[in-house]
């Protein structure tokens, strides 16, 4: 399982490293259309995003974080 994580405040999660990658080019793109002059700093490896900084015009700046978690294990009943 893989999560998107917006700091602390926000996270989804997904079934895969693509589709979490995906989801935060989405929603880089999202910001930028929203401030033109937002600044993307991101680390990827082989075209997936691990980690990206977008600097808006904002008190803050927003970091994303793709992570992979750890499924709980299944207890038997």
Sequence with gaps: MWQVREGIDWNRQYCTQQEASD?????IESW?????????DAKENEGLISQAIVQVETLHDVTLF??????PKKTKE
């Design 66 to 71: 793709v992570e992979q978690v750890q499924q």
């Design 23 to 27: 989801a935060a080019k989405n929603m």
């Design 32 to 40: 930028k259309a929203l401030y033109p002059t937002a600044e993307v």
